[in-house]
């Protein structure tokens, strides 16, 4: 595989990812569209390890790493799908963006990595008025809509929180065995709470929601995992994180064209706010790419 092939299909991947989840969650239950996303990307992943000939591994130790993956997928995932409901799919992806600087800070009290540098200060200082201004602007027009907003950003912080926890308990597995042990964790959980609830089977889910919830399975669940890995063993990791930079773009233009979505000006002030506080915080990334490039070019 291309990793610039690997690197353009996560970005688009990510890209439409918040506007197939708002389609999948509409008119079915919650449990049952991120269940089933979850078992279509552990079929496929299971069926690709198995013409690798791979396992899932169940050492103690990998099965804390399972464990803790549900903070990412299970719980983090069904905040930012009860999010969708209420919010625009694109502010979603914006929302998400802040997924580096939140897991920037967590990793500084973990991983002793640097976090209180003056740049990535600024650019955490701008994001979190761009977010202000946000709450504030959902919280003034009325109705829910500031919930889905608490929401998602409370689904981006355990995603990002259980990233850096992962990273931490290390461990040198197969990047497919987490995938599916998460999967696996993911699904479980999620069927108990599917029959717990007592809830039935979506007859009346429009075909939108099911070629959502497939294409959600396939491509979110497992191309875009399998892309996003390779792309992180094969590239700099600072390239890898500027993928968060150009997403919410496609994120936002889609929920415009295709569902007909309209954001406040203060909603688009706040969202620029936040992606330029993005943009800083990761200067230094962007810094070393342009500089890769240019020297690319001078040969």
Known sequence: MSVVIA????????GTTPLAVQWSADGVDLVFALGARTLI???????????????????????????????GTVCSMYAIYWSSR??????????????PIIGGFFASIW????????????????????LVIIFHQEMSVGGESWKGVMAAFSGVTLYSLSSVWIKRLGGEYS?????????????????????TEGSQWPVHASTRSFTAIIYLGVFGSFVGFVSYYYVLRNMEASSALLITL???????????????????GSVWFGSVLVLT???????????????????????
């Not at 198995?50 to 803790?68: H, M, Q, S, T």
């Not at 979603?92 to 997924?99: D, K, M, T």
């Not at 150009?246 to 929920?255: D, F, K, R, S």
């Open 7 to 14: 690197y353009i299909a996560v970005v688009l991947l990510w």
């Open 41 to 71: 990307g552990l079929v496929l992943t299971l069926s690709f390890m198995r013409w690798r000939g791979e396992f899932i591994n169940f050492e103690p130790r990998a099965l804390k790493l399972y464990a803790v993956s549900l903070l």
């Open 86 to 99: 209420y919010i625009a799919s694109g502010l979603i992806s914006v929302l998400f963006g802040l997924a």
């Open 111 to 130: 991983l002793t990595e640097r976090f209180f540098q003056v740049y990535k200060l600024a650019g955490v200082l701008c994001a979190l008025f761009g």
């Open 175 to 195: 990047i497919l065995s987490v995938n599916a042990g998460s999967l696996l964790a993911s699904f479980i959980v999620l069927f108990l709470i599917w029959l």
């Open 246 to 264: 150009m997403t919410p773009i496609i994120a936002l233009y889609l929920g415009t064209a295709l569902n007909g979505e309209s954001l406040h």
């Open 277 to 299: 506080g993005l943009m800083v915080y990761l200067w230094s990334a962007i810094k070393t790419n342009l500089q890769l490039v240019l020297q690319r070019l001078e040969i």
